[in-house]
């Protein structure tokens, strides 16, 4: 049983006169508990690709179907509903909130449920334990290196316990040693049940993945042969 | 790429954010252009309003005038000497006769009624009624000027000869109908006199030239009262010409009420206007301090960093005073009469306008030069974790 | 952490964006508060000084017969009958000052003759006649018993000046000081103090008229009128209802005014508030995509500028209030008494809450309406 299936998607960027076809007649079944690579060169639109699975950026045709649900046809509001049950998302560039603490900033998504906020803090500290960050939870994020950033930024995606998360790049700033334990931190939240999609184009990190797809101008491919 | 190029490819990328700075400096600079412009006017308007509010001047022969203290008359002369028409003619050519907003002529006369006593005073209706605007009637509205049969009554005359509106008299062989009752004003010359048209009360008396005295009113907002005086008496010998104190001296303190409150409002928007402009510009150059610390990374120096950020809100704030002030000062010329209900028409000011662009371009330049030598002097380390 | 705690932290943390939203605020409010202090004030004062200027009640005795004169010119050759007014009326007025009666100014008026001509003699009370008209100055000194103040035209006419002695009566007068030229009847005239007028003109016991000022002249014509059936009481309708159009035109002057700033201050607040949702369109993307609604974005944004416009517009409506009693005497030369404006309070905090809200509800609904991934764009 797929938990998410990609059909004939393709996204054109750009206005009137000059576009771009970023994406090009994508189709792709990723069931759960997979932990999926997307590996492809930069420009490659694996990043743009990502996205729509995310749920933040309608496809320009084509249908994305999560758990069964086709996530564009719902409002704008249903799929920000979605994401936060369905999705944790980490990105590039972090995306931390500036001027919130690093446990602040775990616990945003916690922001709009109703518990008790004594739970929300012990469920953020929790998370920060989990992620090696539990003593610098009043830090502000300009006060932590990169890595650290990172880390925040996977505590919050998982805050919520969502059932999938996508990952844009997340060692691509890390040096070996952080990365390492990056990843396996992934691979301990996917042998808990996390359907994890990771963007990278780093090939040492396949070794840790379950499935390896490859896109390049716009379209999946065979994986290129090893030379 | 040159320092000036960065500048303007920031402005043009980031639209709605420059458009929001340009704004922020439009308004200021519009609001101050616009009430500067039409609180002068105003000003000048109820200067000119209180100028004709009642005479300020009193022209009157140089001779015979009676005993006579706050309209109870102890003595009359035995002759009077009387002035012409002509006076009139010789009024409009002093040098200030723009000046002279309103000239009332009148001719003092008396006439048997019932057996009464009676003055009759012979005006210009149009004339007399914009000056006596305190005037309330009775069977008739102050925007009918009466004919020449028609005559007004004041409310002494009215009440001894028991006249009402619609009425006619009899003076002098002619019937004239009463148009209106002049309700009691408290100046007995006005409660005790039978005002009627001057033409037809010189034909009546047989003097068809003959006036006795002018009251006038100057407007003596760009011109003092006693230099228009001093100029009517010159063009008019063997006439006495006075300034009326009484009235001038309220004048004077209720103008000068108006333009304190004109000046410290303007004083307090031009403040504030600058305040506007000042914060807006430092704000939106602090909200860029780690952009300031990628160019300090890359090697910019301080001075060219000066140049950026001087070149971003020059521009700025040129465009948006130069915009502000015309947009001000069209308002304020198109629109500024209807809404502030005033007749002055609002000429354009080109040194207005220059003054507030100068000052507005100044604390620009000023107001985002202090927070990008700030930022510039972090180290660019520093500026990048900036929030 | 709820809504509410990542608003304060906001707040807290950016303290350069707060505070130059929150003087924003209290910039505009202060200002309009200001000025309507100083417009209230102003206005009281001018009604308060066109009121107290020149003589707004008059009474004057009836005459069966009319006056036939007008503005110092009289019909030749006619024999004046002079009426006065019992002394009881100075009597009555006096004791009935209660309908806004503020000074009392009783004359004697009579003919003598000097060097072969009538010259009109008026005994006036000076303490009252220059409080009451302010535009009569004397150059020399009030005269005191048997001194005179002569009118410019008598004084120039008759070569004199302060010192010189007139020979009245067969006794001999001092003159104390000139007045300058007023326009008006009194150039004419020679002024003494009553008894010296009453010994000249021989009129003991009555007055010719009485001038007074009033606060409240409308009430006090009908209240003499209805004491005095003897006497005509008039309002002299060119002060009062030239003070009522001044004070009018005042308040429109300020109203206008008001009504002007109130529009720049709604845009400044407007455009800055925008500027300051459009600056965090990132983060709104980030919101977004962590899974918040726009009710959830609009609800932190509302909580933020409502806490500010608030906060700000209190702090400006208390400094607005304050600033004339404070420093009014420092530029107006005049104390301004303090005033609460209660309804202006309500006004000017009700409206920036209602303004801010909704300059932060567009920009902070467009923002969030965009895909999360064209947000970060906005960096």
């Known amino acids: ?227 | 790429m040159r320092l000036s190029q960065i500048a303007l490819e920031n402005l043009r990328r980031r639209q709605s954010r420059s458009f929001l700075l340009i704004l922020s400096v439009f308004i200021g600079v519009m609001a101050v252009v616009f009430l500067l412009t039409t609180t002068t006017a105003m000003k000048k308007d109820v200067a000119d309003k209180l100028d004709q509010y009642g005479s300020n001047i009193l022209i009157l022969p140089d001779t015979g005038e009676a005993l006579t203290f706050g309209g109870i008359t102890v003595e009359a002369p035995t002759q009077i000497k009387e002035l012409d028409m002509s006076v009139l003619d010789k009024m409009q050519t002093i040098q200030n006769k723009d000046n002279l907003g309103t000239i009332a002529p009148k001719l003092l006369a008396d006439a048997q009624i019932n057996g009464q006593d009676v003055l009759l005073l012979g005006v210009n209706f149009q004339q007399e009624l914009k000056l006596k605007k305190w005037w309330k009637l009775i069977g008739t509205d102050r925007f009918h000027i009466p004919t020449s049969d028609q005559i007004l009554v004041g409310s002494d005359v009215a009440s001894v000869l028991h006249l009402q509106p619609a009425q006619t008299v009899n003076i002098k062989g002619q019937n004239f109908h009463v148009a209106g009752i002049i309700q009691p004003t408290g100046s007995l010359d006005t409660d005790q006199a039978i005002y009627m048209n001057l033409a037809t009360l010189q034909t009546l008396t047989n003097q068809p030239q003959a006036l006795s005295l002018v009251e006038a009113a100057a407007l003596c907002y760009t011109c003092p009262i006693d230099e228009i005086t001093r100029q009517l008496t010159e063009k008019l010998p063997g006439t006495k010409i006075t300034a009326l104190r009484a009235t001038l001296q309220s004048r004077d303190d209720t103008v000068n009420r108006f333009s304190l409150f004109a000046w410290s409002l303007s004083v307090i928007l031009s403040l504030a206007s600058a305040l506007v402009v000042t914060l807006t510009l430092k704000s939106s150059v602090e909200e860029r301090t780690r952009e300031i610390g990628l160019f300090r990374a890359i090697g910019f120096r301080r001075l060219h960093i000066a140049w950026i950020v001087l070149a971003e809100a020059g521009l700025v704030s040129l465009v948006g005073s130069v915009a502000g002030a015309f947009a001000g000062m069209s308002l304020a010329a198109g629109f500024g009469n209807a809404l502030a209900k005033i007749q002055v028409r609002i000429a354009w000011q080109p040194n207005v306008m220059i003054y507030a662009v100068g000052t507005a371009f100044l604390l620009g330049l000023l107001a985002s030069i202090y927070p990008a030598w700030k930022a510039s002097r972090l180290d660019p380390v520093e500026a990048l974790r900036y929030i | 952490m709820t809504l509410t705690t990542i608003a304060l932290q906001n707040l807290r943390r950016r303290k350069g964006r707060t505070a130059f939203l929150l003087f924003t605020f209290v910039l505009v409010s202060a200002i309009i508060v200001c000025l309507q202090a100083l417009a209230v004030n102003l206005q009281a004062d001018l009604q308060k000084s066109l009121t107290q200027y020149g003589a707004n009640v008059i009474i004057t005795p009836r005459s069966e017969h009319l006056a036939l004169s007008y503005g110092g010119l009289a019909v030749p050759g006619l024999s004046y009958e002079i009426k006065t007014l019992d002394n009881s009326v100075l009597d009555i007025v006096t004791r009935n000052t209660g309908s806004g009666i503020q000074t009392i100014a009783p004359k004697v008026i009579g003919k003598i003759n000097f060097q072969d001509k009538s010259l009109l003699v008026v005994g006036v009370d000076f303490a009252s006649e220059l409080k009451m008209k302010p535009w009569w100055k004397i150059n020399g000194k009030q005269p005191q018993a048997r001194e005179i103040v002569a009118g410019a035209t008598v004084a120039k006419q008759n070569s004199l000046a302060a010192g010189s002695t007139m020979n009245l009566n067969g006794l001999s007068y001092s003159v104390a000081g000139i007045m300058q030229e007023t326009g008006g009847s009194e150039d004419n005239v020679i002024f003494t103090d009553i008894p010296t007028a009453r010994v000249l003109t021989g009129n003991t016991d009555s007055w010719s008229m009485i001038e007074l000022n009033s606060l409240r002249p409308d009430q006090t014509v009908l209240r003499l009128s209805e004491l005095l059936p003897a006497a005509k009481v008039d309002a002299v309708s060119q002060l009062v209802q030239g003070t009522q159009e001044s004070v009018d035109r005042f308040r429109n002057y300020a109203l206008f005014a008001s009504l002007i700033l109130v529009l720049i201050g709604i845009l400044i607040v407007a455009v800055t508030v925008t500027a300051n949702v459009n600056n965090r369109t990132p983060e709104i993307g980030i919101l977004r995509a962590i899974g918040f609604r726009k009710e959830h974005i609009l609800g932190l944004f509302l909580r933020e500028i409502l806490l500010l416009s608030l906060s700000g517009s209190l702090a400006g409506y208390v400094l607005g209030a304050i600033a004339p009693p404070l420093f009014g005497h420092l530029i107006f030369a005049k104390s301004f008494p303090f005033h609460l404006f209660p309804g202006l309070a309500l006004l000017t905090i009700g409206a920036s809450l209602v303004l801010a809200s909704v300059s932060v509800a567009y920009p902070a609904w467009r923002a969030a309406s965009l895909d999360s991934t064209e947000a970060f764009r906005y960096i």
């Open chain 1, 1 to 227: 049983m797929s938990l998410i299936k990609v059909a004939n998607v393709n996204k054109i960027l750009g206005n009137s006169d000059a576009t771009v076809e970023v994406l090009k007649g994508i189709n792709l079944k990723v069931d759960e508990g997979e932990f999926l690579a997307l590996m492809g060169p930069s420009g490659s639109g694996k990043s743009t690709l990502l996205s729509i699975l995310g749920g933040l950026n309608p496809p320009s045709g084509g249908t994305v179907l999560i758990d069964d649900i086709d996530v564009y046809s719902l409002s704008q509001e249903r799929r920000a509903d979605f994401r936060h049950e369905y999705i944790g998302f980490v990105f590039q560039q972090y995306h931390l909130i500036p001027y919130l603490t690093a446990l602040e900033n775990v616990m945003l998504p916690l922001a709009i449920n109703a518990l008790p906020s004594k739970q929300k803090k012990e469920m953020a500290h929790d998370v920060l334990k989990k992620v090696g960050l539990g003593d610098k939870c009043t830090r502000l994020p300009n006060q932590l290196s990169g890595g650290e950033q990172n880390r925040v930024a996977i505590a919050r995606s998982i805050i919520n316990e969502p059932s999938l998360i996508f990952a844009d790049e997340p060692t691509g700033s890390l040096d070996s040693k952080t990365a390492t334990e990056l990843l396996e931190l992934f691979q301990t939240l996917n042998r808990n049940g996390l359907t994890i999609i990771m963007v990278t184009h780093n090939k040492d990190n396949l070794d840790w993945v379950s499935r390896t797809i490859f896109i390049r101008d716009g379209r999946l491919i065979d994986p290129p042969k090893v030379a």
